[in-house]
């Protein structure tokens, strides 16, 4: 099925530019600098929710990146814009959750990244795994339209 090029319907896309600061020695967007977008991108879809980083800090919980599972596609160079789609693709509504990335560019649509982060909520006072207070449940549905899709992708894989 086709979600306009993305991977997934409904994304949220966060566009970010390739600056000349994130160019390294061979002349492209340093690799490290994919995973500071995603971050940006993660923390812009939360604040589309009407939440904030003081939010999780109130509630004393946050999320942490587990594992993550990045394939880079092609390289971006100063200059480009680059749409980051988020999507969250699983959930327990307790503890674990599951973002997939997918960076294209803005002016072509060329897929340049596909990433999957598993996350884990943990309290901010002791670093350890806690329950996702009430505002995490709330950001770390699945859509409905991303989970039928998901399911179709594994039934015709």
């Given at each position: 099925?086709?979600?306009?090029?993305?991977?997934?319907?409904?994304?949220?896309?966060?566009?970010?530019?390739?600056?000349?600061?994130?160019?390294?020695?061979?002349?492209?967007?340093n690799?490290?600098?994919?995973?500071?977008?995603?971050?940006?991108?993660a923390?812009?879809?939360?604040?589309?929710?009407?939440?904030?980083?003081?939010?999780?800090?109130?509630?004393?919980r946050?999320?942490?990146?587990?594992?993550?599972?990045?394939?880079?596609?092609?390289?971006?160079?100063?200059?480009?814009?680059?749409?980051?789609?988020?999507?969250?693709?699983?959930?327990?509504?307790?503890?674990?959750?599951?973002?997939?990335?997918?960076?294209?560019?803005?002016?072509?649509?060329?897929?340049?990244?596909?990433?999957?982060?598993?996350?884990?909520?943990?309290?901010?006072?002791?670093?350890?795994?806690?329950?996702?207070?009430?505002?995490?449940?709330?950001?770390?549905?699945?859509?409905?339209?991303?989970?039928?899709?998901?399911?179709?992708?594994?039934?015709?894989?």
């Amino acid at each position: 099925m086709d979600h306009n090029g993305w991977d997934l319907p409904a994304p949220f896309i966060h566009r970010v530019t390739a600056l000349p600061e994130h160019i390294d020695a061979f002349g492209h967007v340093n690799n490290a600098v994919y995973n500071t977008w995603m971050d940006a991108s993660a923390w812009a879809h939360w604040d589309s929710f009407g939440f904030d980083k003081e939010t999780c800090v109130l509630a004393r919980r946050g999320m942490a990146v587990i594992h993550a599972q990045t394939d880079y596609l092609t390289s971006c160079y100063a200059g480009d814009e680059v749409d980051v789609a988020v999507w969250i693709t699983a959930s327990d509504g307790r503890l674990r959750a599951e973002r997939r990335y997918q960076m294209r560019r803005a002016d072509t649509g060329q897929c340049v990244l596909r990433s999957i982060w598993k996350l884990v909520c943990f309290n901010l006072d002791t670093g350890r795994p806690a329950r996702m207070s009430k505002e995490l449940v709330a950001h770390y549905r699945v859509k409905d339209q991303v989970r039928d899709a998901l399911e179709q992708q594994q039934t015709t894989s």
